[in-house]
Each structure stands twice: as C-alpha cells, then as structure tokens.
C-alpha cells in the first residue's frame, strides 16, 4: 500500500474567502515552507502589507530572522514552557 502525505497552504482574505492554496510533499518541512509561500504570494498579488499567522511548527531562529529581515509583521505561537519571557508576560496578564 503506498500512502501520500501532503502539505495544504490556504490564504484567505480578510473576509475569509479562499484565494489560493498550494500543495506540497507531504515531507516538506514547514520551517523551510513558510518563508518561500509568503513570497510567492506577495509577488503573485502585489502585496505590500502582510501579517503572518503561523503555528509553532513554523518557528527556527533562522525563519524568525528572515521574517524580521523582511519587515513583515506576524503573530506566531510560541512553545510557552521553553519561553519564559512570554510565559511571564501571558501569566502576569491574570487570564489564567
């Protein structure tokens, strides 16, 4: 039996309506993905401003760097165990 693994990249406009996806290999790391599909995207639709919404999987030190490089904005999850500078941020907020 052989089985297909597959990567989904969906962006969506602000209303929520798909625009575009792209489909990769299953064993295309996300890390490496995120920076070349944002690309991609600014040149297709001539964008100028962009935030970047992305899981924990997508973070390096090396991917976060390029993305400042690049002045984009973005919101990214972050692993709060091993991030003590937003841990303490998030649970100083007294939402928890």
Known sequence: MITYKL???LTR???GR???SELWPGNTVDVKALVPVVKRLK???AIHNICIVAHR???SKDTMKKIEALEWNYILGVRMRR???VKK???SRGLW
């Open 43 to 45: 040149k297709k639709f």
């Open 83 to 85: 991030c003590n500078e």
């Open 57 to 59: 999987g997508m973070i």
């Open 89 to 91: 941020d998030v649970l």
């Open 7 to 9: 990567k989904f990249f």
């Open 13 to 15: 406009q602000a209303a």
């Open 18 to 20: 798909p625009v575009c």
